[in-house]
């Protein structure tokens, strides 16, 4: 399984992307509508503009306007990530991109990840990969609406101290998530998420250094963007089917306090009274 870790170049150079692992206008039908070339990566100037259109700068608090302003006037690298669309309850979906400490401490219970992620506010968040980067991240304006149709977006102003440099490279990015959700003839569940990044590097020579490896950090941040959707999906996929499974990780969180522990079992059907139903419905024999 990945290890949902950004590789030392992602971190010299994009301190702040891997964020976009762990976390709009509304994606109506987007799985049934994208074509195949949309649902790509993409660099364009088109792409670009479409993003900041989405980005409603006049429903954010002045502090996190002007700061986000700041990025997206200044943007040293642009990359809208894959749109990747996976089989997951979309209520569970929202909760987990709502709760990105409770995923990440998921990951270190399971031991697939080494991250350190601290909710010091309603919508901000502390992060650490215990290796030389670290951020702050702060949700400055979100949407979210029944079916995961959601729109979060999200300020990280992060930085990365290690080798090969001498000082601490410090870096800002808006972040900038959409999803939608739609159902199959067989009833099954499905949601679309797309990111779309927009990073401010500081200093001249990191920015052309950025900009030189842009394609191969880009691919190394779609992987673990699409990577991270799996896991949601695979997430929600165990509960419906092993209850019992995601009740025993759940319920054995250490960090996460007891009323998150029940709600996310409860958004994940896996709460007593719901996972008997559902052993029901799997037990039940079909009718001839």
């Not at 994940?268 to 024999?285: E, F, Y």
């Amino acid at each position: 399984m990945h290890s949902y870790q950004s590789s030392t170049m992602l971190k010299m150079v994009l301190p702040c992307l891997l964020l976009g692992t762990i976390c709009g206008a509304q994606i109506d039908d987007v799985a049934a509508k994208e074509s195949a070339k949309s649902m790509q990566a993409s660099t364009s100037q088109l792409a670009q503009r479409e993003a900041l259109r989405a980005i409603p700068l006049e429903r954010m608090a002045p502090p996190h306007r002007r700061a986000v302003q700041r990025v997206l006037n200044d943007c040293s690298l642009y990359r809208r990530l894959p749109t990747g669309v996976v089989a997951c309850q979309p209520d569970l979906f929202t909760w987990l991109m709502l709760h990105p400490e409770t995923l990440v401490e998921i990951w270190r219970e399971l031991g697939i990840s080494n991250v350190d992620l601290e909710r010091t506010g309603a919508n901000s968040f502390r992060l650490s990969d215990n290796a030389g980067t670290t951020a702050q991240l702060s949700i400055v304006e979100q949407k979210c609406q029944p079916g995961a149709q959601n729109r979060i977006v999200m300020l990280a102003d992060g930085a990365y101290d290690g080798k090969p440099f001498q000082r601490p490279i410090h870096a800002q990015c808006v972040l900038l998530l959409r999803s939608g959700s739609f159902q199959e003839t067989n009833e099954k569940d499905y949601v679309a998420a797309r990111l779309d990044t927009f990073v401010r590097v500081e200093r001249t020579g990191v920015k052309l250094f950025a900009k030189a490896l842009h394609p191969w950090v880009g691919k190394t941040a779609d992987k673990n963007f699409l990577d991270t959707l799996q896991f949601v999906g695979n997430l929600s996929e165990t509960a419906c089917r092993h209850p019992e499974r995601v009740r025993k990780l759940v319920v054995g969180l250490p960090g996460t306090p007891l009323p998150l522990r029940q709600e996310l079992l409860r958004v994940a059907g896996c709460d007593s009274a719901t996972a008997s139903v559902q052993q029901a419905q799997r037990i039940r024999p079909r009718r001839k």
